[in-house]
């Protein structure tokens, strides 16, 4: 079964901190996806890497970055967080680029 | 701007009643995947139909790709409180996945 792991599954900041939210994947797939969830928003795709050292942006790349230096480790990171980056945030990696595999979230509070 | 629509939004119903969830577009996608959602995790993928008219069965789960490959039902007959969640749509096309809101679905015992 494919694996998803991410850091934490719950997360407390304060504005301003840079927050790392880790994701790993043990399929050795080479798409990997963030996006955040928020009630009647539904999923919206912040970042995504087809391969190493790659990323793009996706709907809602503003106040986020990325990193994967490796195939397995996608990273999203928040430069100076604030209170509007309260959400959901779920990772999924995917060998086909349609059929996707969530990791279990993380729930990040922004005070 | 390509979206999916998911309805109803929100359904509550007794457990054993027969139900069905759609999810509708204007575009033609070249697959479509079905996910269920539990409070505080992820979505966990269901099923993917890719062929026009095509019908998968998971127990007592049906889901049915549309002819035109722009539409999907899900039909669950017998429903138990363990199918209670949110009911997530995706679509995949151009190289993107678009993503429907879902139907919350809630099984009263």
């Known amino acids: 079964d494919v694996k998803v792991t991410q850091s934490s599954r719950y997360l407390v900041k304060r504005t301003g901190e840079k927050v790392f939210l880790e994701c790993v994947q043990d399929?050795?797939?080479?798409?990997m996806f963030w996006y955040r969830q928020d009630p009647g928003l539904g999923l919206r795709l912040i970042y995504f890497?087809?391969?190493?050292?790659?990323?793009e942006k996706g709907d809602i790349p503003e106040g986020y970055s990325v990193s994967r230096e490796k195939k397995e480790r996608f990273s999203l990171i928040l430069e100076s967080a604030s209170t509007n980056q309260t959400s959901m945030y779920l990772c999924?990696?995917?060998?086909?680029?349609?059929?996707?595999?969530f990791g279990p979230g993380t729930r990040l509070t922004v005070l | 701007t390509q979206l999916l629509e998911q309805s109803p939004q929100f359904l509550s119903i007794q457990e054993g009643e027969n139900l069905t969830v759609y999810c509708n577009s204007s575009?033609?996608?070249?697959?479509l995947q079905w996910y269920r959602q539990e409070p505080g995790e992820g979505p966990v993928l269901l099923v993917t139909?890719?062929?026009?008219?095509e019908v998968k069965k998971l127990k007592r789960l049906t889901f049915q790709f549309g002819d035109a490959r722009k539409d999907s039902s899900l039909h669950i007959t017998a429903a138990q409180p363990g199918d209670t969640g949110l009911y997530l749509c995706?679509?995949?096309?151009?190289?993107?996945?678009?993503f429907g809101k879902g139907t919350r679905l809630h099984i009263l015992p």
């Open positions: 999924a990696s995917s060998f086909y680029r349609s059929e996707q595999f």
């Open positions: 399929m050795d797939h080479e798409n």
């Open positions: 890497s087809y391969d190493v050292k790659m990323k």
């Open positions: 575009s033609v996608f070249s697959s």
């Open positions: 139909v890719v062929t026009g008219g």
């Open positions: 995706a679509g995949h096309r151009d190289d993107k996945i678009i």
